[in-house]
């Protein structure tokens, strides 16, 4: 695959899901790169991987999410087939262990969704920032479980993501009210749970996510510490 085929793969995945994350989209592209390529070890195999990641990359989608996603796939089916002396079966192997990743990746956001719905409690005003689509999954999720809770979004510019997050909801059948980003300070005490996604999880346990996470963090720890100093 070219650099061309490797982009047209890749945006047809997206467009053909919305639901799809960007790092899911990119996985299976390098997933039909395997299947297709012509090299003949696995060191070449190896580096036009990494050209390929790279090219998925430079598109426009999450740069976080797409490079950590590769790099975890392509340390996973590299690791398991080192030890196959006949490259052939090294490449079915890689395909073959791609697709398990890819399939443990896929269903994280029913896990979640799963462990984080017992957070949220009946009557609940949740705050969120942005769009994200296991958050999305995680009050949807609730809203099926009956329970009743009330959601404001932040409009969160320059890309105005709110605003997606918040017709989905609406969609969804959850109340929810988009409110400006510097809104924040104003609606924090009426909240009772603050939500956000993640680009990237980080070895020490930090996240990355959109611009404007920060503030929302410490306006929530000021506003904490305020509650408890009554």
Same mark, same amino acid.
């Given at each position: =695959?070219?650099?061309?085929?490797? $982009?047209?793969?890749? +945006?047809? !995945?997206?467009?053909? #899901?919305?639901?799809?994350?960007? @790092?899911?989209?990119?996985?299976?592209?390098?997933?039909?790169?395997?299947?297709?390529?012509?090299?003949?070890?696995?060191?070449?195999?190896?580096?036009?991987?990494?050209?390929?990641?790279?090219?998925?990359?430079?598109?426009?989608?999450?740069?976080?999410?797409?490079?950590?996603?590769?790099?975890?796939?392509?340390?996973?089916?590299?690791?398991?087939?080192?030890?196959?002396?006949?490259?052939?079966?090294?490449?079915?192997? =890689?395909?073959?262990?791609?697709? $398990?990743?890819?399939? +443990?990746? !896929?269903?994280?956001? #029913?896990?979640?969704?799963?462990? @984080?719905?017992p957070f949220i409690t009946d009557g609940a005003t949740i705050l969120?920032?942005?769009?994200?689509?296991?958050i999305l999954h995680t009050l949807v999720a609730a809203a099926r479980?009956?329970?009743?809770?009330?959601?404001?979004?932040?409009?969160?510019?320059?890309?105005?993501?709110?605003?997606?997050?918040?017709?989905?909801?609406?969609?969804?059948?959850?109340?929810?009210?988009?409110?400006?980003?510097?809104?924040?300070?104003?609606?924090?005490?009426?909240?009772?749970?603050?939500?956000?996604?993640?680009?990237?999880?980080?070895?020490?346990?930090?996240?990355?996510?959109?611009?404007?996470?920060?503030?929302?963090?410490?306006?929530?720890?000021?506003?904490?510490?305020?509650?408890?100093?009554?």
């Open positions: =695959m070219e650099s061309d085929e490797i $982009v047209a793969f890749f +945006t047809k !995945a997206m467009d053909d #899901d919305p639901d799809l994350s960007a @790092a899911i989209a990119a996985i299976q592209t390098l997933i039909e790169f395997i299947k297709l390529s012509s090299a003949d070890t696995l060191v070449e195999l190896r580096e036009r991987l990494k050209r390929a990641i790279e090219t998925v990359t430079n598109t426009d989608s999450s740069v976080t999410s797409v490079s950590s996603g590769c790099e975890l796939f392509l340390r996973f089916i590299t690791l398991t087939a080192l030890d196959q002396t006949d490259f052939q079966q090294c490449k079915k192997i =890689m395909v073959e262990r791609g697709k $398990v990743f890819l399939e +443990t990746v !896929a269903s994280s956001r #029913d896990k979640i969704a799963k462990l @984080a719905v969120l920032h942005s769009k994200s689509r296991v479980a009956n329970k009743r809770f009330q959601v404001y979004v932040t409009e969160s510019c320059p890309d105005r993501s709110g605003l997606e997050m918040q017709r989905r909801l609406h969609q969804a059948g959850v109340p929810c009210t988009l409110i400006l980003d510097a809104a924040i300070g104003y609606i924090m005490e009426k909240v009772d749970l603050v939500m956000v996604g993640a680009e990237g999880v980080v070895e020490s346990g930090g996240i990355i996510n959109k611009v404007g996470q920060r503030a929302l963090w410490r306006v929530e720890e000021l506003s904490t510490r305020s509650e408890r100093a009554r």
